[in-house]
């Protein structure tokens, strides 16, 4: 089944899949022209996929900071890494109906919540404003043989419009930035269905604050939470508190 996407005002901007018509052996081909790069078996829910990561790293950045001319910030690659919060969103994402319904995720990274909700069923939008993360997106789509139902996008939630709404709007770790609140927050309304079972769903993990944007939110969206998490070893527990948003009066 193909990707159909609802229908684009005129107004849009719709960015074009940068990655349209390539070949996975080509995708990798660029991806190891950057990186050192391996695949990762992840499971979550229903469905194992394998995500392509970088090799080790701590080692990736510590060539980084030797390549850095002197007195130049270390741009450390969040976009590479999976946090375990997306993990567990994208368990919880397999527990939405999926058919015939369109997704997107945003701040995606490598795409690891949309590749769960393309194997589910969902048809998936997946957006960053990093270039290489659509890039680890595309191939992780083509490895697992999603990309009939996953198409990626540069988008920067702070500034652009795609021009289209979706049945669920996803987010991993997105409320880290204080000062992007309110454009996310009018992102957000200005991409989600007009439709009863719309809804936001964002993740984060749970000791982490985010007052101000719920504060923010809670004007246009009504706010429902639920904490879910996972040991990994004996000692060591992650939480998670997921928030379901869904428009006041709906």
């Not at 999603?146 to 500034?159: A, G, N, Q, S």
Request: aromatic content about 10%; hydrophobic content about 40%.
């Amino acid at each position: 089944m193909g990707y159909f996407p609802s229908a684009i005002p005129k107004e849009s901007h719709m960015p074009n899949d940068p990655f349209a018509g390539r070949t996975l052996d080509d995708l990798l081909e660029e991806a190891r022209s950057k990186y050192d790069v391996t695949f990762e078996t992840m499971a979550a829910g229903e469905h194992s996929l394998e995500v392509l990561q970088l090799a080790d790293m701590e080692a990736y950045v510590e060539r980084l900071a030797r390549e850095l001319p002197p007195n130049t910030p270390l741009e450390l690659p969040f976009w590479a890494k999976v946090w375990r919060t997306a993990i567990i969103l994208s368990f919880f994402v397999q527990k939405l109906p999926a058919q015939g319904r369109n997704l997107l995720e945003i701040g995606a990274g490598v795409g690891v919540c949309g590749l769960f909700a393309a194997a589910h069923g969902f048809n998936v939008t997946v957006t960053d404003i990093h270039p290489d993360a659509l890039l680890f997106a595309k191939i992780g789509a083509l490895k697992n043989s999603l990309d009939e139902r996953v198409r990626v996008l540069p988008c920067d939630f702070t500034t652009d419009r795609l021009g289209e709404r979706f049945d669920v709007v996803l987010g991993s770790e997105v409320l880290y930035m204080d000062e992007h609140y309110r454009a996310l927050t009018k992102f957000l309304g200005a991409h989600l269905a007009k439709d009863e079972d719309a809804e936001i769903i964002l993740a984060k993990e749970y000791t982490r604050k985010a007052k101000k944007f719920f504060k923010l939110a809670e004007r246009d969206f009504a706010i429902r939470s639920s904490t879910m998490g996972f040991k990994s070893g004996e000692d060591e527990k992650h939480l998670t508190t997921i928030y379901r948003l869904t428009p006041r009066g709906s």
